[in-house]
């Protein structure tokens, strides 16, 4: 049985998070795009300490759109619905920090199911309840 400390045990398993991605699934692809820009303007502007693997390792994951079938979604929604997040709080500096941690930790591997597991993870920490249908 896996813990929540465990990378796995989001997979498949995300409840109401999963019908919140269900909603932005059909956003086109050049406005997510847009907010994923908007993500890596908020990783690098200075605000933030942010390494130079974090920095790559995000660079990596934003330019391809994989899709993880174990949590049914695509590296670009969930970049998409990071930004939302960050825009729901006033301050997103621990949001921000803990992807930071998490692109540092991709540099162990970057396969699909990392990538979207590890930024899944933030986001149902991160989601508020009132975003959730």
């Known amino acids: 049985m896996c813990s929540p400390l465990d990378v796995h045990y989001y997979d498949g398993n995300g409840g109401d998070v999963d019908r919140y991605i269900d909603k932005i699934t059909n956003i086109p ?13 908020r990783l ?40 939302e997040l960050c825009k729901e709080y006033e301050d997103p500096t621990d949001l921000l920090n803990i992807m930071v941690e998490q692109l540092e930790d991709l540099s162990s591997g970057l396969c699909t199911q990392g990538r979207t597991t590890r930024l899944y993870q933030i986001m149902v920490s991160f989601v508020k309840e009132e975003m959730l249908p």
Do not use: W
Not at 49 to 58: G, V
């Open 44 to 83: 690098t502007n200075g605000k933030i300490k942010i390494s130079p693997i974090a920095i790559l390792n995000f660079n990596t994951i934003a330019a391809t759109n994989t899709f993880d079938p174990s949590n049914k979604i695509h590296v670009y929604d969930l970049l998409y619905i990071l930004e």
């Open 29 to 41: 692809s050049p406005l997510k795009q847009d907010h994923i820009n908007s993500l890596r303007s």
